[in-house]
Antibody, heavy 119, light 106 residues
Framework: QVQLQESGPGLVKPSETLSLTCTVS????????WSWIRQPPGKGLEWIGY???????NYNPSLRSRVTISEDTSQNQFSLRLRSVTAADTAMYYC?????????????WGQGTLVTVSS | DIQMTQSPSSLSASVGDRVTITCRAS??????LNWYQQKPGKAPKLLIY???SLQSDVPSRFSGSGSGTDFTLTITSLLPEDFAIYFC????????FGGGTKVVIK
């Protein structure tokens, strides 16, 4: 059974960098695509980006200038860094597996971690 | 970006009702459309992929249809555990989601 677990600080100060890690079990991150998705409180879902094929990445154009997704294959983990955060980045952050090849869908999700941006 | 528009944004229904939710894409996306269910405090769960294929372990009262720009999710005979928020998501290009439809108890 594939399982994902997010970890990282729940509180980040404005202008600082949000950093989260997703630990994957039951599957190797060397296969499939591995994604970050966020959901502001009471709002809809926004895809942030994904990493695939040993380090290739694709990001949401609206966040591309501030986002980096990386991987640690030895730990079967991938990570998110979002720079220069503001209150608008307050959200539940999910990691998820993306099937990659068409039809692309998110079939396994972590439970999510709430990140609040506040001083 | 391909914009996904869901309607209605909210609906009230009773147990046993048939419910239909619509998702419209801003351009043709073939059948690259998925549906998710989200319950309070939980991550979304994949219900339908490729417009009409039922994900494993999802009950058959859920079905999807459509192609091109217009898609529907139908729940026949609503059960208490089906009250949730439903999202569509396109995978024709970089993923985008609809705004969600909240199904509440009448």
């Amino acid at each position: 059974q594939v399982q994902l677990q997010e970890s990282g600080p729940g509180l980040v100060k404005p202008s600082e960098t949000l950093s989260l890690t997703c630990t994957v079990s039951g599957a190797s991150i060397n296969t499939y695509y591995w994604s970050w998705i966020r959901q502001p409180p009471g709002k809809g879902l926004e895809w942030i980006g994904y990493i695939f094929y040993s380090g290739s990445t694709n990001y949401n154009p609206s966040l591309r200038s501030r986002v980096t997704i990386s991987e640690d294959t030895s730990q079967n983990q991938f990570s998110l860094r979002l720079r220069s955060v503001t209150a608008a980045d307050t959200a539940m952050y999910y990691c998820a597996r993306y099937s990659g090849t068409l039809p692309g869908f998110f079939d396994y999700w972590g439970q999510g971690t709430l990140v609040t941006v506040s001083s | 970006d391909i914009q996904m528009t869901q309607s209605p944004s909210s609906l009230s229904a009773s147990v046993g009702d048939r419910v239909t939710i619509t998702c419209r894409a801003s351009q043709s996306i073939s059948n690259y459309l998925n549906w998710y269910q989200q319950k309070p405090g939980k991550a979304p769960k994949l219900l339908i992929y490729a417009a009409s294929s039922l994900q494993s372990d999802v009950p058959s009262r859920f079905s999807g249809s459509g192609s091109g720009t217009d898609f529907t999710l139908t729940i026949t005979s609503l059960l208490p555990e089906d009250f949730a928020i439903y999202f569509c998501q396109q995978s024709y290009s970089t993923p985008t989601f609809g705004g969600g439809t909240k199904v509440v108890i009448k």
